[in-house]
């Protein structure tokens, strides 16, 4: 899906984790951590892998495989590749991912409900921990173990919870002002789903999902293999 991010550019990785020294981690490179991660933890009982191994249950060339990897002192070993166990933990830690980050989300629709009640959140080191809601018949109810809290307690339940990243799902005509609310509660990342272009501070990451967006994409892709012909 199509993301955008702002503020900071790149993170640094941890010496503690890495076998050579700790680099600078471009963004672009950031964003394939996770898929390298999730293919790491699909090898069930697998000591060691390879880098062709890992790049085609990634869905990268070997050679970005080891360029990225090369960014967190990971070079595996010749003849042997990398051990999983460790590279995850690696990555993990990159990632951020030691430590459970509290997520709250703004805007319980249908998608809403549906964020609330994704079980991959908590395996992947999220806890969802407020939900909160400016329709008065969705208020008070409760959505996967947690009661759903009035708008304008928004900040109330950021600040008593320690979130610290924010989830927007709400109609785009609202989802500047609950970004604002939110900034100003103390989150430093923001997920929307709100089809527009948000504005957040330098200091606040910004990531967007437009799933109306990338069906577009693929609409204009089939049309264009549709006037050529071309199926390949």
């Given at each position: ?16 984790v890495g076998q050579g020294p700790a680099r600078e981690v471009p963004p672009s ?46 070079y595996g070993r010749r003849g042997v590749g990398y051990d999983v166990e460790h ?75 320690d979130a610290t990243i924010g989830i927007i799902a709400t109609p785009a005509s ?59």
């Amino acid at each position: 899906m199509d993301t955008q991010r702002t503020a900071r550019g790149s993170v640094r990785a941890a010496r503690a984790v890495g076998q050579g020294p700790a680099r600078e981690v471009p963004p672009s490179t950031v964003a394939r951590l996770p898929g390298y991660l999730r293919a790491l933890q699909g090898l069930e009982g697998v000591v060691t892998t390879s880098s062709d191994e890992l790049a085609h249950a990634a869905g990268v060339t070997p050679a970005q495989l080891r360029k990225d990897l090369s960014f967190l002192g990971s070079y595996g070993r010749r003849g042997v590749g990398y051990d999983v166990e460790h590279l995850s933990e690696q990555i993990g830690v990159v990632l951020g991912l030691t430590t459970q980050r509290r997520v709250v989300i703004v805007g319980i629709g249908n998608l809403g409900h549906a964020l609330a009640s994704y079980s991959v959140f908590a395996e992947r080191g999220f806890a969802v921990v407020g939900l909160v809601d400016a329709d008065p018949a969705v208020v008070g109810t409760t959505v996967a173990g947690l009661v759903v809290r009035p708008w304008q307690d928004v900040g109330e339940v950021v600040r008593t919870t320690d979130a610290t990243i924010g989830i927007i799902a709400t109609p785009a005509s609202s989802a500047q002002e609950v970004c604002d609310a939110l900034v100003e509660a103390g989150v430093v990342g923001i997920l929307t789903f709100a089809p527009r272009a948000l504005r957040v501070p330098a200091r606040v990451d910004l990531r967007a999902v437009d799933v109306a967006s990338e069906l577009q994409i693929l609409a204009f892709h089939d049309r264009r293999r549709t006037s050529t012909g071309d199926w390949a």
